[in-house]
C-alpha cells in the first residue's frame, strides 16, 4: 500500500467506437488501441489502484466479472457493468465487492452501487447475469455466528435475496455461478452426512429454490462453478472414487445435466481427470474448461474429451478460468510455481511473482497475454498481467488482475484482445426508401447502392441509416440470406437470420426466389440478447399483402414502425433477431 492520497473516484472511461482490426486495451481506465499493422493508439490514462468506499480506503485487487446489461431497465440496455473485487482497510480479507456502471453515451462520473449496505456485512460478488443479476456470498444473520450465505441481487429493483442454504438459517453456502438471464444460480452448500459435515452442489431457481446436485462418491463433497445459458447444464467439481494406488476418494471435474425441469432432477457425469474441477462451460453446455491432473489447464468437449493446453514457456501448471460462448477462446493463469483453485474465495491462489495471464485458441495454442499485447505494440505502462478470471461472451474482453512494477498489491485489469486475422472489416448495410412502394431495402453492395443512389432502380432514396455486418463468415456469426419475394406477394426481398429460417420460408414458398444463402454475417442472438460489443438489429414486418420488412438498430425505429401496425419478429424481451458488430 502507497502512502499517497486516496484518488478522486475517476471520470467516466471515454466511449470509443469498435473499429475493425483494431485491439483495445484497458488497466483501469487506460486505454490502448492497436491495429493490425501494430500502431499504437492511447487514449485517456487513469489506473484505478485504490479507491474509497464509505470513507474507507479500499484496494482494487481485481476486476472479476464484465458484461453489458442486455436488456432495458434501470440502466439502459448495454450499459457496462464491472464486478470488482475489493481489499478495505489493513490488515483485511476482502469484505466488499463494487458494481461500477458506465452508461453508455454518458459523460460525467460512472454511476456507482455497492451490492450491499454495511449492515449485511461482508459481502463478495462473484459473477455477473446481463439481465442483470449479481450473485455472490454474503455474511447472513442466520444465526449469531453470522454464517456466509448465497445472494442474488437485482441491479433493476436493488432486491438483495438471501438464496438460504441446506442447513438453514445457520447454514452456509456460496453462489458462484448464474445464467445469462439470472433465473438459474450454481454455489454450494453445507450439510450434514453421515455424522459428517460437507459441502455439496447446489442448483437454485426462483421455483424450485435450492436443490442438492449431490456427488458422484456418496456423502461426499462437490461444488458447482458454472452454468450454461439456459441453465440446464452445471459443472465443477465432485469427490469421486480414486485409483486402486491412489486415494479412496479424490476430485473430479464433473458435467450435469437437468432431466426433469419441474422437480429439478438431473444426472451427473464423472468427467474423469484426477485432481481436477471445471470452472466454466461455454454458452450450450459443450464444452467446459479449470484446472486438470498435475495442475494443468484443460478444455474438454464430448468429442474430443479432456485436452491439455499446456503451459506458458518456462511454467509447470496452469489453469483455465473462463471460456468464450462458443467455446473458441479459453483464458487463464500459467505459472511456475502454484496455482490453487477457488472454493469458498471469490479469487484462485497463484504466485504473483510466477504467474503471466494466457489466452488460448485452437489455431495459436497458450499464448501469454503480456506478450501477445507487447508484441503488437502496447506499452502496458508497468503493469503485469497476472491472471485472467473472466472473459465476454463474443472472446474479446478479458478481465482479471495485475500487479505494478514496485508496487505490493494487485489490480483490476480489462483487455480487449483479438488476432488480427480473425476479424474482417465490417461493411456497412445502408439503408433505402421508396415511398411509392412503401417499401425498404438494405444492401452493402457497392454496385447495387451505387444504382439505387444513381436513380438506375428508381423511387429509392437514403434514410440515413445503416449499421455494420460482415461480408465473410466471422467467428461466431450466422450467415443470412437474401430471397426475393416475387410481384403479387411483395415484390422485395427477404432477409433470413440463419440456415433454418432460410430453407424454412423457401420451404414454405417455392416460388421464392433465393438470391443468395450467405448475403452477409451477422450474430445469432442468445435468448434475445447480443453479447459484449454487438448492438441489436430489430425486423418489422408490414403485415400486409406486398409482404416487406425493415431492419435496423434502432429501438425508436422499431417502436415507430410497430405503431404503425407493422410487427415486430425476434426473441427475448427486446424481440431482437440478429445482432450486429458494433
Avoid at 483494431?22 to 487506460?30: E, Q
Avoid at 494466457?358 to 503485469?384: H, M, S, Y
Avoid at 482479471?400 to 488476432?419: C, H, K, M, P, Q
Amino acid at each position: 500500500m502507497t502512502d499517497r492520497q486516496p484518488p478522486d473516484i475517476p471520470p467516466a472511461c471515454e466511449v470509443r467506437p469498435w473499429l475493425a482490426g483494431w485491439t483495445w486495451l484497458r488497466v483501469g481506465c487506460l486505454f490502448l488501441a492497436l491495429s493490425s499493422e501494430a500502431v499504437a493508439y492511447e487514449g485517456s490514462v487513469d489506473t484505478i489502484e485504490t479507491i474509497v468506499v464509505e470513507g474507507e480506503l479500499c484496494t482494487v485487487l481485481e476486476t472479476h466479472d464484465k458484461g453489458k446489461t442486455t436488456k432495458p431497465g434501470l440502466y439502459p440496455l448495454n450499459t457496462e457493468v464491472e464486478v470488482l473485487l475489493l481489499n478495505c482497510g489493513i490488515p483485511s480479507p476482502v469484505k466488499r465487492s463494487l458494481i461500477r456502471y458506465f452508461l453508455p453515451g454518458v459523460g460525467g462520473p460512472p454511476f456507482k452501487e455497492f451490492v450491499a449496505a454495511s449492515a449485511l456485512g461482508a459481502v463478495i460478488a462473484l459473477n455477473f447475469a446481463e439481465d442483470p443479476f449479481v450473485v455472490g456470498t454474503f455474511q447472513s444473520a442466520g444465526s449469531s455466528f453470522k454464517p456466509y450465505h448465497a445472494f442474488r441481487f437485482d441491479l433493476d429493483t436493488k432486491a438483495f435475496q438471501d438464496l438460504g442454504a441446506f442447513g438453514g438459517p445457520a447454514g452456509t453456502s456460496a453462489a458462484i455461478g448464474v445464467n445469462i438471464d439470472g433465473t438459474v444460480v450454481v454455489g454450494a452448500s453445507n450439510l450434514t452426512t453421515a455424522g459428517a459435515s460437507v459441502h455439496q452442489a447446489f442448483r437454485w431457481t426462483p421455483a424450485l429454490g435450492m436443490k442438492n446436485l449431490g456427488a458422484i462418491a456418496p456423502e461426499s463433497f462437490s461444488e458447482a462453478r458454472g452454468t450454461s445459458d439456459d441453465g440446464t447444464v452445471v459443472v465443477g467439481m465432485t469427490y469421486a472414487p480414486g485409483t486402486a494406488t491412489g486415494p479412496a476418494i479424490e476430485p473430479h471435474a464433473f458435467r450435469w445435466v437437468l432431466s426433469n425441469p419441474a422437480t429439478g432432477a438431473g444426472t451427473m457425469t464423472d468427467l474423469r481427470p484426477a485432481t481436477s474441477s471445471a470452472l466454466a462451460v461455454s454458452s450450450d453446455g459443450s464444452v467446459i474448461v479449470g484446472l486438470g491432473t498435475g495442475m494443468r489447464a484443460f478444455r474438454w468437449t464430448q468429442a474430443g474429451g479432456v485436452v491439455d493446453l499446456g503451459v506458458l514457456p518456462g511454467h509447470s501448471r496452469a489453469m483455465a478460468t473462463a471460456v468464450s460462448a462458443d467455446g473458441q477462446v479459453v483464458v487463464g493463469i500459467s505459472s511456475s510455481k502454484f496455482i490453487l483453485a477457488p472454493y469458498p474465495d471469490a479469487r484462485p491462489s497463484y504466485d504473483i511473482e510466477a504467474s503471466r495471464a494466457f489466452r488460448w485458441t485452437q489455431a495459436t495454442g497458450i499464448q501469454d497475454l503480456n506478450t501477445l499485447l507487447t508484441a503488437a505494440g502496447v506499452d502496458l505502462k508497468g503493469v503485469t498481467l497476472l491472471s485472467a478470471l473472466g472473459l465476454s461472451s463474443d472472446g474479446q474482453t478479458i478481465v482479471g488482475s495485475g500487479i505494478r512494477a514496485g508496487a505490493e498489491d494487485t489490480l483490476g485489469f480489462t483487455v480487449r484482445y483479438a488476432n488480427a486475422t480473425t476479424f474482417a472489416a465490417p461493411v456497412s448495410v445502408v439503408e433505402f426508401y421508396n415511398a411509392a412502394l412503401d417499401h425498404y431495402f438494405i444492401t452493402y453492395v457497392v454496385d447495387e447502392i451505387a444504382k439505387l443512389d444513381n436513380g438506375t432502380f428508381k423511387g429509392w432514396a437514403r434514410t440515413g441509416l445503416s449499421f455494420k455486418a460482415y461480408a465473410t463468415a466471422q467467428s461466431g456469426t450466422s450467415a443470412v440470406c437474401r430471397i426475393y419475394i416475387p410481384p403479387g406477394k411483395g415484390d422485395g426481398h427477404f432477409f433470413g437470420r440463419d440456415t433454418n429460417e432460410c430453407d424454412g420460408t423457401m420451404a414454405k414458398n417455392p416460388t421464392f426466389i433465393l438470391e443468395s444463402s450467405t448475403f452477409l454475417y451477422l450474430y445469432p442472438p442468445t435468448l434475445g440478447t447480443c453479447a459484449t460489443g454487438q448492438l441489436p438489429v430489430y425486423r418489422v414486418f408490414s403485415n400486409r399483402a406486398d409482404a416487406n420488412h425493415r431492419y435496423s438498430t434502432s429501438r425508436a425505429v422499431r417502436d415507430q414502425m410497430v405503431s404503425k401496425g407493422w410487427l415486430a419478429e425476434g426473441d427475448g424481451a427486446d424481440i431482437v433477431v440478429m445482432c450486429a458488430p458494433s
